[in-house]
Nanobody, 117 residues
Framework: QLQASGGGLVQTGGSLTHSCVAS????????MGWFRQAPGKERDFVAS????????RYADSVRGRFTISRDNYRNTLYLQMNSLKPEDTALYFC????????????WGQGTQVTVSS
């Protein structure tokens, strides 16, 4: 089970940090990712990180502003979001996939981020 937290309302240029805690499983068994879904749009990839934290990837729209990280000891995934823009407003989801696989099999509940202009 993945439990996400950290959403909220912030002004343009502000920052937020998402957390996603895994329970019942060891986080180090999984590659992890963050996705988001804006109203009326499909769910989009935001960032991903390998099980060891050695490799991360970002969507072009967030590269340089968002940072994905993980603490396997604490079974927690993070997404630090800086320089937020109104277009970052969305429901944010954390997700997990078994090492070496493509599909994300486990999803946390969405947490809302609203960026006001």
């Amino acid at each position: 089970q993945l439990q996400a937290s950290g959403g909220g309302l912030v002004q343009t240029g502000g920052s937020l940090t998402h957390s996603c805690v895994a329970s019942g499983r060891t986080l180090s068994s999984f590659d992890m990712g963050w996705f988001r879904q804006a109203p009326g749009k499909e769910r989009d990839f935001v960032a991903s990180i390998t099980w060891s934290g050695g490799t991360s990837r970002y969507a072009d729209s967030v590269r340089g502003r968002f940072t994905i990280s993980r603490d396997n000891y604490r079974n927690t995934l993070y997404l630090q979001m800086n320089s937020l823009k109104p277009e970052d407003t969305a429901l944010y989801f954390c997700a997990a996939r078994s090492r070496g696989t493509v599909m994300y099999n486990y999803w946390g509940q969405g947490t809302q981020v609203t960026v006001s202009s």
